[in-house]
């Protein structure tokens, strides 16, 4: 149905955000590593209570906007934005696998500087402005409540699996040495999402 396909949509776009190369991944997969996946647990809830100030945020601001084509254009051109955002960080992570290791960070320490990251992170929130302003607008707030729960558990579950591939020494250096190829294949696709994305923005532009 139309209402399971927007869901799918918005859990594939968290997925994309979850398992794009950066800062947090490395730290998730160097930490579990050096001190197994238990570690990285304070990253995790850090993480995920960014995520969620963020989310009843835009959802709480975005529901008093009226309905209309204007704001359809910029959810577009939020998504647009989005999808360039992690094509550009696609293309300069080639050297993420060498970052140095990290020390043993304490569990405040995690908690809290990860818990800013996903605050200011760019990426999630143009991602959930987008899905907000636009095809999640109009949810009520219990579904809206029952998705947020459904998307920590997601969450959990995407950055542990991670964590523990990441884990293995063989996993990590197989990925090393084919991460230039295929992050840069993947970045190709984004870049045709956002064009996608883009259309709708130029034909409302173009009927002002």
Known sequence: SETLQLY???????????????????????????????????????????????????????????????WSAVSNA???????????????SSALFDSATPKKIPPITQF????????????????????????LKSIEGSIFIVLLLLSILFEFIVYGSIGLILSHPSIRSRIKSS????????????FLFAIMHLQPVIAFAGGM
Not at 14 to 33: D, E, Q
Not at 37 to 63: D, E, H, K, N, W
Not at 112 to 135: D, E, H, K, M, R
Not at 179 to 190: E, G, N
């Open 112 to 135: 809290i500087s990860s818990f800013i990251t996903a605050v200011g992170n760019p990426i999630t929130g143009l991602y959930l402005a987008s899905q907000f302003l636009g095809p």
């Open 78 to 92: 939020l998504a647009a934005l989005f999808m360039l955002i992690i094509a550009w960080q696609l293309i300069t």
């Open 8 to 70: 799918v949509t918005y859990f594939s776009g968290l997925f994309l955000i979850l398992s794009t190369p950066g800062p947090n991944i490395i730290m998730l997969g160097c930490l579990s590593a050096l001190y197994g996946v238990r570690s990285i647990m304070p990253l995790l809830l850090g993480i995920t209570a960014g995520q969620i100030v963020l989310a009843v945020g835009f959802y709480g601001i975005f529901a008093i906007i009226p309905e209309g084509p204007l």
């Open 179 to 190: 991460f230039c190829l295929w992050t840069r294949a993947i970045a190709c696709v984004f």
